[in-house]
Structure formats: structure tokens, C-alpha cells
């Protein structure tokens, strides 16, 4: 997945179309944006009050083994998975 548009970009888009009444399609072309994203970036901000980007994980998943003793024998019966 590539990263996220910076902040600084989405709001400068946001205050062109906001503050200074640039058409969407204008501002796609000027700073070589989707107007998809554009709208997505304005209907995150009625909903939310902000355009953050999402966060690319879930909070609270951890993926690191804690079980050792049951990852080796997961291993020694997938051993020969391929």
C-alpha cells in the first residue's frame, strides 16, 4: 500500500476548494490529485471535522509470537508446507 498523502497536501487542496472556490477537477489537475481522493478527503472531513489518513493497521493487534512452545510444534507439523 503506498503512504498516504502528506497533510499538508489534503489541506492545501481543502482550503482551495473551501476558502478560494476552485472547482474539484481544477484542484485534481493543479496538484495532481484524483478527484475520487478529493472526495473522499471532503466527505472524511463532514463526517469526522478532520482528514486524517486512516490508520494503516488495527490498534491493539499484536503479531509478535508469545507462545513459543506452540509456534515449534506448528512449525514441526508445517515443516514440509510449501
Known amino acids: 500500500m503506498p503512504a498516504p498523502y502528506s497533510y499538508d497536501l489534503r489541506q492545501k487542496v481543502i482550503d482551495a476548494i473551501e476558502l478560494d472556490g476552485m472547482p474539484k477537477t481544477e484542484a485534481s489537475q493543479v496538484f495532481h490529485v484524483s478527484r475520487n ?3 473522499l478527503w471532503l466527505q472524511r472531513k463532514a463526517q469526522t471535522g478532520d482528514f486524517l489518513p486512516k490508520p494503516h493497521h488495527r490498534p491493539g493487534n499484536n503479531h509478535k509470537i508469545t507462545d513459543w512452545q506452540k509456534f515449534k510444534a506448528f512449525a514441526q507439523e508445517h515443516k ?3
Open 37 to 39: 481522493t478529493i472526495n
Open 80 to 82: 514440509n508446507f510449501e
